[in-house]
């Protein structure tokens, strides 16, 4: 294994290892949060916006890449792990081997109407890097869409600062093993990274968990402020 115990490659080491049992566990429903709340709600903010192109970061296996082109866009969804992108692809659509630090260097030349990443922002350097590059990605008045467990629920008793967390598959078979650590953000941080890199937020969204009363996640949506 590469990196740090707390950094952005020892994020992607960890989903190379679990890639396999992620997709599965993707495939049979086994997340109940996403089953019963934050996929619906995660189709229904992009829906709500104008737009045809789609680039789906951190698309995983390629679920929501496939949910989006099912209602007449046109994804292109990119990741990091080449095992989850060979799983996409078997599926169906179009995907591409490609690091947040591929896109932060340019070399997508593509630009989206919308961008989205559903619970796919976990680093610290790499997500900084990525939204300086997202009005690049972006076409004018694009919007940037992202999902992200609600950091209220998320802080559990850790004081409520940014830093790194250490990873869990609490919940999850005994297929998955070397959790990925995660950099925690409050949602003040949240809303300054959009403000910091020229994107307007337009939406803040808390869907909330129809069982617990409690917010199953956080959804931002930033807009390009320019014409």
Not at 102 to 109: F, I, Q
Not at 147 to 170: F, K, M, N
Not at 194 to 203: D, K, P, Q, Y
Request: hydrophobic letters at 45%; charged letters at 20%.
């Amino acid at each position: 294994m590469s990196g740090a115990p707390f950094s952005d490659e020892k994020i992607v080491d960890s989903w190379n290892t679990n890639a396999t049992a992620w997709g599965e566990a993707i495939r049979a429903g086994q997340i109940e949060s996403r089953t019963l709340i934050t996929n619906q709600a995660i189709i229904d903010t992009v829906l709500r916006h104008e737009g045809t192109s789609v680039l789906d970061l951190g698309c995983g296996e390629g679920w929501l890449a496939r949910e989006m082109t099912a209602r007449g866009k046109h994804v292109l969804g990119v990741d990091a792990v080449p095992a989850l992108i060979e799983q996409a692809r078997g599926a169906g659509g179009r995907f591409e081997v490609m690091s947040y630090e591929d896109l932060a260097a340019g070399k997508l030349h593509e630009r989206f109407d919308l961008i989205v990443a559903n619970f796919s922002l976990l680093g610290e350097d790499s997500v900084a890097r990525l939204f300086a590059a997202m009005r690049a990605l972006l076409k004018p008045r694009g919007v940037f869409v992202v999902q992200t467990i609600h950091p209220l629920q998320a802080c559990g008793e850790s004081p409520y600062v940014d830093g790194w967390r250490a990873g869990s598959w609490a919940g999850f078979g005994s297929d998955f093993s070397d959790p990925a650590p995660w950099y925690f953000r409050t949602l003040a941080s949240w809303v300054e990274l959009f403000v910091a890199h020229g994107l307007e937020l337009v939406e803040l969204n808390e869907p909330l968990h129809p069982n617990r009363g409690k917010p199953a996640s956080a959804i931002f949506v930033g807009k390009r402020s320019d014409g």
